[in-house]
């Protein structure tokens, strides 16, 4: 467990606070296996309905014992109540993967199983070997077969679902993600005076690697000679095959990396910045659209995969593969304050479409509806 929350691990705290808001009845029990300490990177709640049940053994392990199927997890979450606490439950009603993940259940527990996107299987390019055998051994066609219930962000990862894994279409639900709220100003960090940030900058925040299209922003931000007061701040964790972007960052001047930061930095970044831009060639949501516009910013974004759903009518879109037309309308946006004003607005209304109270109610009302 890392202890910097992004993606998956963003969407499962988000979701579960959510629900335990609500929820004070059904119990919860929250499976995790690590051999090393990651007690400090757990969240803590305090719920009487909600308990962990952690193991210790080898992932590796762990993973090959599910995958040929010679464990059970219900039975080992069973086992461990017993051990810690002598809770005696007979079985569990459903099992819920917020994530693909190596799963072994037994025939009559139901699944209710969340992908996030099919980005392995359309650009296998973008993954490392290693990423696409594992894949290959998680058997997601197999997987959202067996799952009684999928969740999917978006009409798109749905569609794509459906469509790739012969699913049927009554078992996959779009369940979207919510926004968090914004860190008050009082919490906000002096991140500019920390980073040394100039008063004017582009923003662009996610992982570094191949599918998010981090050079052809830096491509396209070269041109934009008339607006050299402008930096381009890179915001993320390194990725696979992130050397080449790093290398490009060193090189162009008025572009800087900042690294992975926390929720509070990270408001103060959305709201500090003149525009946010967001190239990737394919989303299953695209979470720092959402972000950005309840914060505020205008929005520079592809015209692909999921994002249009995002964005709505509140957001510029662009073929993320041409230089040139990201750069005219970076040009635009920074220059016209009135379509500046228009997006923002326009991005505020569309931000409150989402929240994570109602993703939580919605599967509230999956689970209770489907099992």
């Not at 008063?199 to 690697?209: D, K, P, Q």
């Not at 000679?225 to 050397?243: A, F, M, P, Q």
Request: glycine share 4%; hydrophobic share 40%.
């Amino acid at each position: 467990m890392n202890s910097n929350r992004t993606g998956v691990g963003e969407y499962t705290y988000q979701l579960l606070n959510a629900i335990f808001a609500i929820d004070k009845t059904n119990q919860y029990f929250l499976f995790y296996n690590s051999s090393k300490d990651v007690s400090k990177n757990i969240p803590k709640w305090e719920q009487d309905n909600a308990r962990y049940v952690g193991l210790k053994w080898p992932n590796k392990l762990l993973n090959l014992l599910l995958f040929l199927k010679f464990v059970k997890l219900e039975n080992l979450v069973i086992e461990k109540l017993f051990e810690n606490c002598k809770l005696k439950i007979e079985n569990l009603n459903v099992w819920f993967s917020p994530n693909l993940n190596f799963t072994s259940l037994k025939k009559h527990t139901k699944h209710i199983l969340t992908m996030h996107d099919l980005s392995f299987e359309f650009m296998p390019e973008c993954f490392t070997l290693k990423h696409r055998l594992w894949h290959w051994f998680l058997r997601p066609r197999k997987q959202c077969q067996r799952a009684d219930l999928i969740l999917a962000p978006s009409e798109n990862t749905a569609r794509d679902v459906i469509e790739s894994y012969k699913v049927e279409s009554y078992k996959v639900i779009k369940l979207c993600p919510g926004v968090s709220q914004p860190v008050s100003s009082d919490q906000l960090s002096v991140i500019k005076n920390k980073y040394g940030l100039s008063e004017n900058f582009i923003l662009y925040l996610g992982t570094l690697e191949p599918r998010k299209n981090v050079s052809v922003l830096i491509e396209a931000y070269k041109k934009l000679t008339n607006l050299h007061t402008y930096k381009l701040i890179i915001v993320g964790d390194k990725g696979w095959r992130s050397e080449s972007v790093m290398r490009l960052i060193e090189n162009t001047p008025g572009v800087q990396y900042v690294g992975y930061v926390d929720a509070a930095k990270k408001a103060e970044l959305y709201q500090n910045a003149s525009l946010f831009v967001f190239p990737s060639l394919y989303e299953g949501f695209g979470l720092p659209v959402l972000e950005a516009m309840a914060m505020g910013v205008p929005v520079i974004t592809s015209n692909r995969s999921s994002l249009p759903e995002v964005g709505g009518d509140a957001v510029c879109y662009v073929n993320p593969n041409n230089i040139s037309d990201l750069a005219e309308a970076m040009k635009v946006i920074l220059t016209d304050e009135k379509l500046r004003q228009i997006m923002i607005q326009k991005g505020l209304e569309q931000a409150k479409k989402f929240s994570w109270e109602q993703a939580a109610k919605e599967f509230l009302y999956f689970y209770e509806n489907r099992h």
